[in-house]
């Protein structure tokens, strides 16, 4: 029976390293626009704005209901052959775009959660004393339904993060492809294969304990 190569493996983390720079690039930019395209989506389901509510439905559930493989090749091998000149689209822009769009259509349904558990009559309330219908989202539904998202959204920001390791299909070399190559030139795939592992759940530790943080910071203003 073979043995785990525990010093292979403590030498692959370095290797590893390399990569995660690209492998934080494509999370953090994809959950940005995520972010922003995900309350676009929240605010026009939550007012049923005409016609537009019935295409942000369709745009929920179609990037909901099919895997985010299929998106990313749909997106970087599909959409040039209806338009060539996407045809000098980069993988890593397609795999930011692709990520992008698919946790927007979450984040969406998400965040119009959260407006919906703010009391209507406090909008009702903004109105009566002179706010616009913009100032009372702005200053006062808002800021109570982004306190109410943040849980789930960082979930759906560490499910981003692990996703980001198909960007490798497309041909991105971000951490997943590195241990992948790191793995077949040596033949240690357990040793490697774990040692991805491993970054992967550090990241996630870290940024639970910053959301943590971050939770408790935005708790401060609504404790007695």
Known sequence: MNTIDW???ISAFPTLIQALPITLFMAIAAMIFAIIGGLILALITKNKIPVLHQLSKLYISFFRGVPTLVQLFL???GLPQLFPEMSKMT??????IGLSLKNAAYL????RAALNSVDEGQLEACLSVGMTKLQAYRRIILPQAVRNAIPATGNTFIGLLKETSLA????????FAQGKMYASGNLKY???????????????IIYSILQDMFERA???PYRT
């Open 168 to 175: 490798f299909t497309l041909g991105v070399m971000e951490m």
């Open 91 to 96: 993988a890593l822009t397609a795999a930011i």
């Open 108 to 111: 969406a349904e998400i965040f």
């Open 190 to 204: 357990f040793e490697t294969y774990l040692a991805v592992a491993i970054v992967y759940w550090v990241l996630t």
């Open 7 to 9: 010093e292979f493996m």
């Open 75 to 77: 997106i970087y091998y």
């Open 218 to 220: 935005m708790s401060k």
